[in-house]
Nanobody
């Protein structure tokens, strides 16, 4: 079982920046992708950004392209989400996600709250 521990959420004014971190309890070489999803109250959870851990190819939701950047540090078993030019609509609980190379097993973190005040 892989544990994912998030940190870095908080309260920020619109236009500001935050960096989220997600550290896995095992070497991330055993994982295929890691990424971030978010869920606002009353809305469905959706993918914000993901990265293939072998090769580093990243994918972003259209709503965050050009503002958010996902990166990884394989030596630290950690993935980061740098969020710039934050908007009130970015307010949500952000969840770290990882999937195994078996294509079936998925792991989730406990979530971290990001609140952007306008």
């Amino acid at each position: 079982q892989v544990q994912l521990v998030e940190s870095g959420g908080g309260l920020v004014q619109a236009g500001g920046s935050l960096r989220l971190s997600c550290t896995a309890s095992t070497t991330i070489r055993s994982l295929r992708t890691m990424g971030w999803y978010r869920q606002a109250p009353g809305k469905q959870r959706f993918m914000v950004a993901t990265v293939f851990l072998s090769g580093g190819v990243a994918n972003y939701a259209d709503s965050v392209k050009g503002r958010f950047t996902i990166s990884r540090d394989n030596a630290k078993n950690t993935v980061y989400l740098q969020m710039n030019s934050l908007k009130s609509e970015d307010t949500a609980v952000y969840y770290c996600n990882a999937d195994h190379w078996d294509g079936v097993t998925v792991y989730w973190g406990q979530g971290t709250q990001v609140t952007v005040s306008s």
